[in-house]
């Protein structure tokens, strides 16, 4: 798959359409995969920590979750075109269950938030596989490797928050028998209805950062770092 390099950073140049061939090809070929979603913030935590940098990188996925990668993206003459975000590639995989019987093992979050988000994405994909659940609070590091072994997943959504998720994937992904696997971070709590996502014309004109900030008037800074992140993509350019 073609990749664009913002900042040191890769980020794959896809749609939801191609994304979802290519992760359907690694399960019938039982090909390990590992989705990760890049933004702005890690992009600019990666400059300062190569070992994120590496991780990021490394990835067999990078998806242009943040509208701000779109857009720089685009002041550097490159070609990635629309978002990719976390979330929707999240609602993918769960197609994918639904369409081919994929089993999926849900790990991270507080135990009510995760019973709630598997409850919703149940009625909203009827045929989904959930194979099994694991809140984000277990001690015991082996008791969730042998959770999901025993599940017999294919694919493992893990809420952790960044890097911590990845971090997991990159530790645990070869000692799982799962071939898929994603960092989905709050995606649970949206799922779950507890925490509200922007309408739909927000989310399709990009500006679903403006409805967390109206929400939370404290990440006015992260939208700040906005600013000296396309600041920057664009003078690295040159």
């Known amino acids: ?26 399960l ?5 995969a590992f989705l990760v979603a890049i933004n702005p913030e890690k992009i600019l935590k990666a400059r300062k920590d ?45 197609e994918l269950s639904d369409e081919n019987g994929y089993r999926i093992f849900m790990y ?16 909203t994909y009827p ?3 959930i194979a099994g659940t694991m809140n984000g609070y277990q001690k015991d590091k082996q008791a969730v490797v042998d959770a999901i072994n025993e599940s017999k997943a294919d694919i493992v959504l893990v809420a952790m928050g960044s890097p911590r998720q ?33 309408p739909q014309w927000m989310q399709k004109c990009g500006l679903e950062w403006l409805f967390r900030l109206l929400r939370e008037p404290k990440r006015i800074g992260r939208q700040i770092h906005l600013v000296s992140f396309l600041f920057l993509a664009l003078f690295s350019r040159h």
């Open 28 to 32: 019938e070929a039982q090909r390990k």
């Open 127 to 129: 045929n989904i596989q």
């Open 108 to 123: 991270g979050a507080k135990e009510e938030i995760l019973q709630k988000a598997k409850e919703k994405l149940i009625e």
């Open 166 to 198: 990845e971090n997991w994937i990159v530790e645990n992904m070869n000692t799982v028998c799962a071939k898929v696997f994603q960092g989905v971070g709050g995606s649970f709590d949206v799922v779950s209805g507890t925490i509200p996502r922007a």
């Open 50 to 94: 190569e070992a994120l940098k590496n991780l990021l990188n490394n990835a067999t996925y990078q998806i242009a979750d943040g509208v701000g990668v779109v857009y720089a993206s685009k002041l550097r003459g490159g070609k990635i075109r629309s978002r990719v975000t976390g979330i929707d590639s999240m609602k993918m995989l769960c």
């Open 1 to 26: 798959m073609e990749k664009e390099t913002i900042l040191g950073v890769q980020v794959c140049v896809t749609d939801y359409p191609q994304i979802k061939a290519a992760i359907k090809e690694d």
